[in-house]
T-cell receptor
Framework: GAVVSQHPSWVICKSGTSVKIECRSL??????MFWYRQFPKQSLMLMAT?????????EQGVEKDKFLINHASLTLSTLTVTSAHPEDSSFYIC?????????????FGPGTRLLVL | RKEVEQDPGPFNVPEGATVAFNCTYS??????FFWYRQDCRKEPKLLMS???SGNEDGRFTAQLNRASQYISLLIRDSKLSDSATYLC???????????FGKGTTLSVSS
């Protein structure tokens, strides 16, 4: 099956620093990638939709200036958490949309655990 | 009302038991339906798609009732390895993000 990687898998940082998370589709081109966030015992919540070559679309309540998304190529999308605070500590997961054939499928990366001290 | 609602958990069952999970969704125009499995501290993984005609994959059977906007998952002969959180997932239309339920936790004990 298709593979999506995320890097780093976990990060611990001090409050006020910025953290960059990469999401790569390894064996297919993804014109669309999605960024989700999951807090403990909660469901995955969509943060934004990332389209290659255009601005990301953010969900209501997600600050676009705080969560910067760049989808510069068909295999890479990045999420930068700027000036991270403890309340940003969460599990961040990306998914990449693979279209073509008879069925569309979305593949998830392994996630990035962020802990802001 | 949440877009996808699931049974509250956790479900604690012995090995060999049959367990059923239920889910409802609010948007009648939703097009695709799935069950995902999420292990602790891991990303969700597709368990199976759900079709109106119902579908089965080994010990797992999924059903969709579009009229009542209801999705179910039946697990027969539970194994210890089935212990996980099961997520009901809906897609409004192709190309859009998946919408996840909160999940139902299953714990299978020997």
């Amino acid at each position: 099956g298709a593979v999506v990687s995320q890097h780093p898998s976990w990060v611990i940082c001090k409050s006020g620093t910025s953290v960059k998370i990469e999401c790569r589709s390894l064996d297919f081109q993804a014109t669309t990638m999605f960024w989700y966030r999951q807090f403990p015992k909660q469901s995955l919540m969509l943060m934004a939709t990332s389209n290659e070559g255009s601005k990301a679309t953010y969900e209501q309540g997600v600050e676009k200036d705080k969560f910067l998304i760049n989808h510069a190529s068909l295999t890479l999308s990045t999420l930068t958490v700027t000036s991270a605070h403890p309340e940003d500590s969460s599990f961040y997961i990306c998914s990449a949309r693979r279209s073509g054939g008879w069925q569309e499928t979305q593949y998830f990366g392994p996630g990035t655990r962020l802990l802001v001290l | 009302r949440k877009e996808v609602e699931q049974d509250p958990g956790p479900f604690n069952v012995p090995e060999g038991a049959t367990v059923a999970f239920n889910c409802t969704y609010s948007n009648s125009a939703s097009q695709s339906f799935f069950w995902y499995r999420q292990d602790c501290r891991k990303e969700p993984k597709l368990l199976m798609s759900v079709y109106s005609s119902g579908n089965e994959d080994g010990r797992f059977t999924a059903q969709l009732n579009r009229a009542s906007q209801y999705i179910s998952l039946l697990i027969r002969d539970s194994k210890l390895s089935d212990s996980a959180t099961y997520l009901c997932v809906v897609n409004k239309r192709a190309g859009t993000a998946l919408i996840f339920g909160k999940g139902t936790t299953l714990s299978v004990s020997s």
